[in-house]
């Protein structure tokens, strides 16, 4: 079993600041992927970044892929309240659907 | 475009009980995924169908089943129900042949065995 760990477990912070949440691996994926999920609904993508130091940009949430491809990072610049939710890393191999998913990092923001 | 739909929504079973869930994937696409999603164990593969056939599977017992139709609509069946099949059960569709194959994920059912 291939594990994401993804860090913080659980963060809180207020309106306007900023954050970094980090997801590792010890195993090298062919592409990772960033998912949003609210309550009572399925993970949403975000991005997907495939070339080992990639960065993408949406907006306010800029994504890094590692060199090594086994890791990866998702900042947000002046959190927003609906940037609520939880956030999730997955890691794909080539020519399969099955992706492994990180442990999730539940994002709060306070207005 | 209508997005992916499961039901039903919730269900309640009692251990030993067998239960099934259905999913219609995006028209289009016909490649249909099913996760499991925990507090304790987070989201994990369950299996991948493509075309009726099941392409992938990951590591759960043989009590986890399912299979899909002709129109791509997918059932998951999971038999000889176990508390620690407590979970949201989620379903996601795709296009293969699209780079990276993006997934597009129902709203899920949300099991309870009593």
């Known amino acids: 079993t291939q594990l994401l760990e993804q860090s913080p477990q659980f963060l809180s912070i207020q309106e306007g600041e900023n954050l970094t949440v980090y997801c590792n691996s010890s195993?090298?994926?062919?592409?990772l992927q960033w998912y949003r999920q609210e309550p009572g609904e399925g993970p949403v993508l975000l991005v997907t970044?495939?070339?080992?130091?990639e960065v993408k940009k949406l907006k306010r949430l800029t994504f890094q892929f590692g060199d090594a491809r086994k890791d990866s990072s998702l900042h947000i610049t002046a959190a927003q309240p609906g940037d609520t939710g939880l956030y999730l890393c997955a890691g794909g191999e080539t020519g399969a659907n099955n992706l492994f998913f990180g442990t999730g990092t539940r994002l709060t923001v306070i207005p | 475009k209508a997005g992916v739909t499961q039901t039903p929504r919730y269900l309640i079973k009692t251990r030993g009980q067998q239960v099934t869930l259905s999913c219609s994937p995006i028209?289009?696409?016909?490649?249909v995924s099913w996760y499991q999603q925990t507090p304790g164990q987070g989201l994990q593969f369950l299996f991948e169908y493509f075309s009726e056939t099941q392409r992938n599977k990951g590591n759960f017992p043989g009590r986890f089943s399912g299979r899909q139709f002709s129109n791509s609509r997918s059932e998951m069946n999971v038999s000889t129900l176990e508390l620690g099949d407590s979970a949201l059960y989620l379903c996601?569709?795709?296009?293969?042949?699209?780079?990276?194959?993006?997934?597009?994920f129902g709203s899920g059912t949300q099991l309870s065995v009593l």
């Open positions: 028209s289009g696409h016909r490649s």
């Open positions: 970044v495939v070339t080992g130091g």
């Open positions: 996601a569709s795709s296009s293969p042949g699209q780079a990276n194959e993006k997934l597009f």
């Open positions: 195993s090298v994926f062919s592409s």
